[in-house]
């Protein structure tokens, strides 16, 4: 147990400084880039075309929060899950603030409600991922 521990650390650490790079770094054109290849791929099959480069930017904004949720979580789950969404807040609009204040790349509050959705994506896969095999829950959320 001691070595996964150590190991989901570590990958939690690289991940942190992956993150850093991608919010803090100035790659936005980079960024940009795979944005529209990840969309040009995605209508190549067989996406709606009318689904824009918008959303691919959302829906990687939700994956970059929700992938150090889950390690965070299993790393540390005596934490409240409600202390997990408060930091992904407060790390977000950091983040934005500061791209916006002292960085050539621009705030955006729609980053910050995607962020925030990756930690909720994140805390519930966790919860789906650690029920019991095979209980089923009823209307109350209780075993049934």
């Known amino acids: 147990m001691r070595g996964r521990r150590r190991g989901l650390g570590w990958l939690l650490a690289v991940y942190g400084a992956a993150m850093v790079v991608v919010l803090l770094f100035p790659v936005s054109g980079l960024l940009g880039r795979l944005v529209n290849a990840l969309h040009r791929l995605g209508v190549r099959v067989g996406m709606p075309a009318s689904l824009g480069w918008r959303w691919y930017e959302f829906g ?13 979580v299993r790393l540390w789950p005596q ?29 955006d509050v729609v980053d910050v409600i995607a962020n925030v959705l990756g930690a909720v994506v994140g805390l519930a896969a966790v919860a789906i991922l650690s029920r019991p095999a095979g209980v089923v829950y009823g209307e109350a959320g209780r075993p049934g």
């Open 79 to 107: 934490v409240a899950r409600w202390k997990w969404l408060a930091l992904a807040f407060l790390i977000s609009l950091a983040v934005e603030v500061t791209q916006g204040l002292a960085l050539p790349r621009s705030a």
């Open 60 to 72: 990687l904004n939700v994956l970059l929060f929700a992938v150090p949720t889950v390690l965070a």
